[in-house]
């Protein structure tokens, strides 16, 4: 989202819907992606999505077979976005840039992201969802521990040993 684009944030109290993306979606997918991770600029290690650019992302989108995107609306209004793979081969979907405008969290609309790509992924026929997460921000680790996801490693980045949190979820 862009500067003024506050308007076209959803409302607190209306119904969340999630769905896949289309193809001429990526714009807003990025812009969610940006709009949420924006606050980590502050931070003295912000977050990696600041340095993507659009074409970083949207390649993402269509990298390789099973590569989907997902929008999150409240009252139809954008509320959220992330990013993943489904590889059928290797029995599980995975996602990343989960990401819910700040102006809206706490209102369930990142579970319900995760639950539509958990569902997505039964719905291939995989085991597993798998999904990272940004270690120093206090709610990620958390949110997935509280959905049933279990730590399976980290990675070191920035000389931080934990700097990523790598979770996996049977399903």
């Known amino acids: ?14 119904e969340v819907t999630v769905r896949l993306a289309e193809a001429g979606e990526a714009h807003l997918v990025f812009a969610l992606m940006r709009a949420a991770f924006a606050e980590t600029a502050a931070q003295a290690l912000p977050s990696s999505a600041l340095r993507e650019e ?10 390789g077979p099973g590569a ?6 409240v009252g139809g209004r954008p ?12 029995d599980y979907v995975t ?9 809206l969290r706490g209102q369930g609309i990142g579970g319900a992201m995760a639950t539509f790509i958990e ?3 039964r719905g291939h026929g995989v085991g597993e969802v798998r999904a990272d997460a940004r270690s120093q921000q206090p709610d990620n ?5 509280k959905r049933g996801y279990r730590v399976t490693g980290y990675t070191e980045r920035y000389g931080i040993a934990d700097m990523r ?4 979820k049977g399903l």
């Open 165 to 168: 949190t790598h979770m996996a």
């Open 68 to 73: 989907f995107a997902v929008l999150a609306f």
């Open 79 to 90: 509320a959220g976005s992330g990013r993943g793979r489904v590889d059928e081969e290797a």
């Open 141 to 145: 680790r958390p949110f997935y521990l």
């Open 119 to 121: 569902d997505h992924g």
């Open 54 to 63: 659009f074409g970083d992302s949207s390649a993402k989108l269509g990298y």
């Open 1 to 14: 989202m862009t500067s003024g684009a506050e308007d076209e944030i959803a409302e607190d109290s209306a």
């Open 95 to 103: 996602y990343e840039r989960l990401a819910v405008h700040p102006g």
